[in-house]
């Protein structure tokens, strides 16, 4: 008799076209796992507390059946779309994007300009990435590199003295050129939320068993980003029953598994407020649906997956470089917490963002490690609802500069 070996091991998701609606068996597609991915069908149980002469009790009932399956996988480009598409109730969309004769840049001043004042109307947001796809003829060293927006105004925009950018040179007005955020974005909207459910077929071939779960959302994802490490996310699966005998792997012809690259912290930024942090030694992360399934007279099935709002929660630690945090914590201050992570260092590699237009830090504690003296403290994000339109309108948004 064979013992299963994680080499063995097969995962493979599709989406649902509808609740109670399991994925085409065409469809589907492996996935990416670390050793630490775990979970599978739980069921409520119940006893009898009848006091008997025999002084004994009968076995316990089962009750409610649910699937908690959570899929832990290295953080990577194009690797998670559809899984953060359900998390964050949306469709990836197209970003920024801008052609004309108007568009200058100025090398010196790390200005982009445009004197026809199209970029507030074009989409572009504080913390973007853009790229000039067609740049002017005496300026094609421009074309496709990372410039990371700092500030962004109609007719003018300012990006970041990151080191790829020190091959950018003076372009004047005149040459038709086009400027956009590549891949797309999602974010929480505000309206029209989107319910995705998932099936997932979890295949052990040494042993011929194959289990698939049904009617899952994703109901929450764990990020973690530090130094001299792959970052890595947890989606937590939530889902109604499963099917724990299947005769054979669910998806026939699964879609391979992702193949962009890994995402780690030394390839990373992160932004808080009008500054990049040079002393940032951990990041986590959270995003909650909150979601719950709710036993009901006549089945052992919930009739569904019920969310409420989405909450966005993380914890962060760095090396302690004075007081501009404690302040912020003190005063409660409202702040952007961009982070930028890349595939490599070259001038275009492909990213992934997450912004949080609207974070605020609710504590901040002193410590020490060894002889350096640190600073660690959780923080929590909103909505943003401020009156700027060169921000996004939401908790969260992402942007994987893939997506197509």
């Known amino acids: 008799m064979s013992n299963a070996e994680i080499t063995s091991r097969t995962i493979a998701i599709g989406k649902q076209a509808a609740l109670g609606t399991l994925a085409l068996t065409n469809s589907g597609k492996y996935q990416n796992f670390r050793p630490d991915t775990s979970g599978g069908l739980t069921k409520e149980s119940f006893e009898s507390d009848s006091v ?3 002084a004994q009790y009968g076995n316990p009932r089962h009750g409610l ?10 953080l990577q480009i194009g690797g998670h779309n559809d899984l953060l598409a359900g998390l964050l109730r949306a469709a990836w969309a197209a970003a920024g994007t801008i052609t004309g004769t108007t568009i200058a840049v100025n090398a010196a001043t790390r200005t982009i300009t445009d004197s026809g004042n199209g970029f507030v109307t074009a ?20 074309e496709g590199v990372n410039l990371r927006l700092l500030t962004v105004a109609a007719g003018s925009m300012t990006y970041a003295a990151d080191p790829w950018t020190s091959g950018m040179v003076d372009d004047a007005a005149g040459d038709n050129v086009t400027l956009a955020v590549p891949g797309k974005k999602l974010q929480i909207p505000s309206s029209a939320h989107t319910k995705d459910y998932f099936t997932i077929a979890d295949d052990h071939a040494d042993v011929d068993q194959h289990s698939v779960y049904q009617d899952c959302i994703v109901n929450s994802a764990a990020f973690d980003i530090a130094p001299g490490a792959h970052a890595n996310v947890t989606f937590a699966m939530l889902g109604l029953d499963a099917d724990l005998d299947g005769a054979d792997d669910y998806f026939t012809t699964p879609t391979a598994a992702p193949t962009g690259a890994l995402l780690a912290g030394p390839e990373g930024k992160i932004r808080y407020g009008s500054a990049d942090s040079a002393v940032m030694t951990q990041l986590s992360l959270t995003v909650d649906n909150q979601g719950e399934v709710k ?5 052992n099935v919930s009739p569904d997956v019920f969310r409420n709002g ?25 702040a952007a917490l961009f982070i930028y992570l890349f595939a490599d260092s070259t001038p275009g590699s492909e990213f992934l963002i997450i912004k949080l237009p609207n974070a605020k830090i609710n504590s901040a504690d002193k410590g020490t490690d060894g002889p350096a003296v640190t600073l660690s403290g959780d923080f929590s994000a909103g909505k943003y609802v401020g009156a700027s339109t060169v921000i996004e309108a939401t908790t969260i948004a992402i942007c994987d500069s893939t997506v197509a």
């Open 65 to 74: 059946r649910q699937v908690g399956f959570n899929l832990s996988q290295e």
């Open 123 to 142: 989409g572009f947001k504080v913390g973007d990435i853009v790229r000039f796809l067609t740049a002017g003829s005496g300026a094609t060293e421009n």
């Open 310 to 334: 989405v909450r966005v929660s993380g914890s962060m630690g760095a090396l302690f470089d004075g007081g501009a945090v404690l302040q912020n914590f003190d005063d409660e201050t409202e």
């Open 295 to 299: 036993a009901v007279i006549g089945a």
């Open 52 to 54: 008997r002469r025999d």
